[in-house]
């Protein structure tokens, strides 16, 4: 997502810088940042480096890493903020700051499923964070190699639900990229919304192996998915982000995208950590917090903890 949306800025005119590692930086220092989309491909020159502190401070910062390699992240983010910088957040799953200005009675909470330490918190300052939703799907083909496969729509907002003049200019450049953009309210609904899928369809797929037609075409499967939908739906409604939807319409939506391999199963295969405390430790400790019991969240999160455990793909 991260080489997908730096592709767009930088074909739009911005000067962009990625932090890249190992093969990957190699690839992007050698032949740009490379986008299959559409039946084309397309390269753009971006500065690249494995040291933050080459690239400088930046107006814009767009973290797209998966969960678990956010801790590693945000210890070596500094050099790259300034008193002005925006933090664009554009990750699966519950962020570290869900809680900051939302929540009513649960404001303000830090959650430990997602930053235990609080090492995240301490890098990056509340002040510096707006929110992104993705609607979209990409792959990495090889190193330095982005395919666009369909989506895009972005949805970005402050926490807090104020329209400020950054969140709004910042939905300008995005929109000046070629993204279809959204500035919402109540950002927190929108994760929220996302997450209600993704938590139930990309466990399910790393476990089974099976592409989301396949998981939802099971009657028992699908009950069981259901299940787990509404006890987030109860949360979402306790923290002031109810969901207006019964599960069967939500499963309506993903059965249109046709058979496609989720993320996590994707990570699955190809050896890398899964991020299952975004998707669904997070659900069972709001689920805590707020007093909804979660016997099917818990299992779907024992099983899935359990299978990449035995893997070495979670800690």
């Not at 300052?125 to 666009?148: I, K, N």
């Not at 024992?302 to 299978?307: A, K, N, P, Q, Y």
């Not at 990449?308 to 979670?314: C, F, H, I, P, S």
Request: proline share 4%.
């Amino acid at each position: 997502m991260g080489g997908w949306i730096g592709h767009g800025l930088a074909l739009s005119g911005a000067a962009v810088s990625v932090v890249a590692r190992g093969a990957s930086l190699a690839a992007i220092e050698q032949h740009g940042l490379q986008l299959h989309q559409a039946g084309t491909q397309t390269t753009q020159p971006v500065r690249a480096s494995a040291m933050p502190a080459e690239l400088g401070v930046q107006n814009l910062v767009v973290v797209s890493v998966k969960a678990p390699a956010l801790a590693e992240v945000a210890r070596h983010i500094a050099p790259l903020i300034g008193p002005e910088t925006t933090v664009m957040t554009a990750m699966n799953g519950v962020p570290w700051w869900f809680l900051q200005g939302f929540g009513g009675a649960f404001a303000g909470r830090s959650l430990t499923s997602i930053d235990p330490q609080g090492v995240v918190a301490k890098a990056i300052a509340p002040q510096h964070v707006v929110g992104c939703v993705v609607h979209a799907s990409c792959s990495t083909d090889s190193p330095g190699v982005v395919r666009h496969h369909f989506g895009n729509k972005l949805i970005i907002g402050e926490p807090s639900g104020v329209k400020s003049h950054r969140v709004l200019q910042l939905a300008a450049w995005l929109e000046k990229a070629g993204f279809e953009m959204t500035v919402s309210e109540q950002i927190q609904k929108d994760i929220w919304f996302k997450l209600w899928g993704n938590m139930t369809v990309n466990p399910i797929s790393a476990l089974t192996g099976a592409t989301t037609d396949l998981i939802l075409k099971d009657d028992l499967v699908r009950g069981f998915i259901s299940s787990v939908m509404l006890e987030a739906k109860e949360i979402g409604a306790r923290l002031g982000i109810a969901i207006d939807q019964q599960p069967e319409h939500r499963h309506a939506v993903t059965l249109k995208l046709g058979a496609f391999k989720t993320s996590m199963l994707q990570d699955v295969e190809a050896g890398k950590a899964v991020e299952l405390d975004a998707l669904v430790t997070a659900v069972k400790e709001l689920g805590t917090l707020t007093g909804v019991a979660t016997p099917c969240t818990d299992a779907l999160l024992g099983l899935s903890r359990l299978h990449a455990r035995v893997r070495g793909l979670y800690v």
